[in-house]
């Protein structure tokens, strides 16, 4: 009889550094309690290097906002990248890991099941100013609060605000199927790697037919734009930890900066100049010291998330 799957760990939030390396620092045990309000936060630095929040849930949704940084949250059918200025929604119970870019500063934001009307799957939202604001102020209070107190009603604005919230482009599908983990993982530790459908299906001994109808049930998009997708995701990534658009542009293996600029601009409206500006006039977030640090990502184990 074949072992029973290992459960995935709910998230401890602990007051001391936590022996398996969830999290550290001065956070508070956040369980389910009557006592608490129906949105709570916590604000969160990286350390100086990559660091990590191996896959657990939890009852609570969780909005991951990136306020510095750039943050990369996988769930069982994708990845999402989170640049500043945005934030990942993942609906409660939902396994995902979380990683970010050295430094970065990031504000939890845990809500209750039914509090808000967001959706019962992932996406990644555009954030306004005010919301930022909001969501750091919730961190800056007591998670136990009455619905009729001055808490209660900035989380009732703060949802108001999420649930209009525009939602961006910057999920790259995945999939548990074998032959298209090994040409992501491949793929991922070489996004310069330009080798052709037709090629790729001799890699995982299919026929090319076969692997573009494959990839199309799997992920919803033709095997080219789900490259292009995983491109933009590196890219964010790399651009938000502070790399230049020609180095980003060399190591996915585009012929040109233009190039690169074009597919980013097609992507998301914006070429990266442009895209990054509205963020850094927002990049003021201030150091702060009593934010719980998140440790340093273990070496590379395979997955096949971009690589940061």
């Avoid at 790259?172 to 298209?180: D, H, I, N, W």
Wanted: glycine share 6%; proline share 10%.
């Amino acid at each position: 009889m074949p072992p029973r799957p290992r459960p995935v760990p709910r998230l401890a939030l602990a007051t001391a550094a936590s022996s398996e390396g969830v999290l550290l620092g001065p956070l508070k045990i956040f369980e389910e309690s009557p006592r608490l309000g129906p949105v709570f936060g916590v604000r969160v630095r990286a350390a100086d290097h990559r660091a990590e929040v191996p896959t657990h849930r939890h009852p609570q949704g969780q909005l991951v906002v990136a306020l510095r940084g750039g943050v990369v949250c996988e769930v069982p059918d994708g990845v999402w990248m989170v640049p500043p200025a945005c934030a990942v929604w993942v609906p409660s119970e939902l396994p995902h890991s979380i990683r970010a870019t050295a430094n970065a500063r990031m504000g939890y934001l845990f809500v209750q099941p039914g509090a808000a009307d967001l959706p019962g799957h992932c996406c990644t939202l555009a954030i306004s100013p005010l919301a930022r604001e909001l969501v750091l102020r919730l961190a800056d209070l007591p998670s136990e609060y009455e619905a009729d107190s001055a808490t209660g009603r900035l989380a009732v604005v703060l949802l108001e605000e999420l649930a209009r919230m525009p939602r961006e482009r910057l999920r790259l599908p995945t999939s548990a199927e074998p032959r298209l983990r090994r040409i992501a993982k491949m793929l991922s530790e070489d996004p310069a790697d330009r080798r052709t459908l037709a090629e790729w299906a001799k890699v995982v001994a299919t026929s090319e037919r076969t692997l573009a109808r494959l990839v199309r049930q799997e992920t919803g998009l033709t095997f080219g734009r789900w490259r292009q997708q995983l491109h933009l995701i590196v890219a964010l990534h790399q651009l938000s930890a502070g790399q230049s658009v020609q180095r980003v542009a060399e190591a996915l293996g585009y012929d040109s900066v233009t190039a690169f600029i074009s597919m980013f601009k097609k992507s998301l409206g914006k070429p990266p100049g442009k895209y990054f500006a509205g963020i850094a006039r927002r990049d003021d977030v201030d150091e702060d010291e009593d934010a719980a640090p998140i440790p340093p990502a273990p070496a590379p184990t395979g997955r096949h998330a971009p690589r940061g």
